[in-house]
């Protein structure tokens, strides 16, 4: 296998124990129109936004298709490999990558503009649009995980502040269970997708802790390592306590967002913007009661979380160029007045932490923001967030998807946590070798 080939395998997510039906297929395209693909997150919002677009740009169709969640890089990569793909796409930061090495994706550093948008954003943000010393993606939205919890749960449980360490999580869940106001108090979103398991970065990178050094190399199998200590929290929530819900090695983000508007839990572990939606009381059964906190430690005196980035891309061969960037730039770059359009329209709207800096003192995302969340702990998770920056190796993906597996297999107790770390380093390490 030559080595595009080897990197076309990857961004589809071959590792993946089993490929499913590709759903969310885009129908026919109309000739010179803009093909634009994204993942199913809030699919009339965006074509709401996309119909602004249109309004704003007469002379540029655009055929908008959403592509379920868990199968969008499969379904995105089968199009590329089959010849085609859509010329303006959503990216993950885990993906970018494998995708430019396998040639589906257009560096944007001559693009008009380019300068002023990586200018105007947070550095860690273009870093994560950014390989191998070139820009490839305009910003969508970035955030970090929190340890998100009902406070009228825990006050019937007779707390009223959160947890510090992981041992007080567990300790507040089973005080909440021994109440019967919750047979499993806590929920993850484990269920096997191809994109990050972003709760697991969160409980290591809490301990001021990776799975991998500076220099790639990985670290999550030496010695006293978090991220056995985080498995082996893992096992005992899941296999001792039962205070985990064995339902979440089939759960994905969205269904853990509709069941903690339903009460279902009185933790998890999502990103930052699911509160907008969690305290939203046209959507949710628990709105006011939902709260952000640091994720909790092992011993309590270390910080930290994981944040991640998305972006929106070009594809490499595009037939429709200057529209394809008109549209770019709308989604995901600046206005002619020098305001993010796009980014303002999706915090205001669903909470989604934004890119440019300058948002951040903009008084009606300030006062948006005092109404679903804690300001002062929201921009405190920011700032003890760090970016994975292993997603720079063309490998990630491949490791990705072995992580997930092996943090199920800890979960349903087919592996102990120190076989799973041996596992990880095994993994990463063999694709290391099979990259260079």
């Keep these: 296998m030559d080595r595009r080939s080897l990197l076309k395998t990857a961004v589809l997510g071959l590792a993946l124990p089993a490929m499913v039906p590709l759903a969310g297929c885009a129908g026919p395209t109309r000739r010179g129109a803009v093909r634009f693909e994204g993942w199913d997150y809030e699919a009339q919002l965006v074509q709401q936004n996309v119909d602004r677009f249109i309004r704003l740009n007469p002379d540029v169709e655009v055929d908008y298709a959403p592509i379920t969640s868990a199968q969008f890089i499969q379904k995105l990569t089968a199009e590329f490999m089959g010849g085609g793909g859509p010329d303006v796409l959503y990216m993950y930061d885990d993906s970018l990558a494998s995708s430019v090495e396998a040639r589906y994706l257009q560096p944007l550093d001559e693009l008009a503009g380019?300068?002023?948008?990586?200018?105007a954003i947070y550095p860690s943000v273009a870093q994560a649009m950014t390989y191998q010393g070139r820009r490839y993606g305009l910003p969508y939205y970035t955030d970090s995980q929190a340890l998100i919890y009902n406070a009228d749960i825990l006050a019937e449980a007779g707390y009223d502040t959160p947890p510090t360490t992981l041992d007080e999580l567990e300790e507040q869940a089973l005080a909440v269970k021994r109440?019967?106001?919750?047979?499993?108090?806590?929920?993850?979103?484990?269920?096997?997708?191809?994109?990050?398991?972003?709760?697991?970065?969160?409980l290591v990178y809490a301990n001021e802790a990776d799975l991998f050094d500076e220099d790639f190399q990985p670290v999550m199998n030496l010695p006293g390592s978090?991220?056995?200590?985080?498995?082996?929290?893992?096992?005992?929530?899941?296999?001792?306590s039962q205070v985990l819900d064995p339902a979440s090695v089939q759960t994905l983000p969205v269904p853990m967002d509709n069941a903690m508007m339903a009460g279902q839990y009185a933790f998890t572990i999502q990103p930052r913007y699911s509160l907008r939606n969690y305290n939203d009381p046209a959507v949710s059964n628990t709105a006011g009661a939902m709260r952000l906190a640091p994720i909790p430690s092992i011993d309590g005196r270390t910080e930290g979380t994981v944040s991640n980035s998305r972006m929106y891309c070009l594809n490499l061969e595009t037939?429709?160029?200057?529209?394809?960037?008109?549209?770019?730039?709308?989604?995901?770059?600046?206005?002619?007045?020098?305001?993010?359009?796009?980014?303002?329209?999706?915090?205001?709207?669903?909470?989604?932490?934004f890119a440019f800096t300058d948002l951040a003192d903009d008084p009606?995302?300030?006062?948006?923001?005092s109404a679903f969340a804690d300001p002062e702990i929201y921009a405190y998770l920011a700032s003890v967030a760090r970016a994975r920056s292993v997603v720079a190796v063309p490998w990630y993906a491949e490791f990705e998807a072995t992580l997930q597996r092996t943090v199920q297999q800890v979960f349903t107790g087919d592996r102990t946590p120190a076989q799973g770390s041996a596992e990880l380093e095994r993994?990463?390490?063999s694709l290391a070798r099979r990259y260079e």
């Design 114 to 119: 380019i300068d002023e948008v990586y200018q």
């Design 179 to 202: 109440a019967g106001l919750l047979e499993h108090p806590i929920g993850l979103p484990a269920q096997l997708s191809d994109t990050a398991l972003m709760w697991i970065w969160a």
């Design 226 to 240: 978090a991220t056995t200590a985080v498995l082996d929290w893992l096992l005992r929530v899941s296999a001792d």
């Design 319 to 353: 037939d429709v160029q200057e529209k394809a960037e008109r549209l770019l730039h709308y989604m995901g770059g600046l206005d002619d007045d020098g305001s993010p359009y796009t980014a303002r329209f999706w915090f205001l709207e669903r909470g989604l932490g």
């Design 364 to 369: 009606e995302i300030v006062e948006s923001l």
């Design 427 to 429: 993994a990463a390490r």
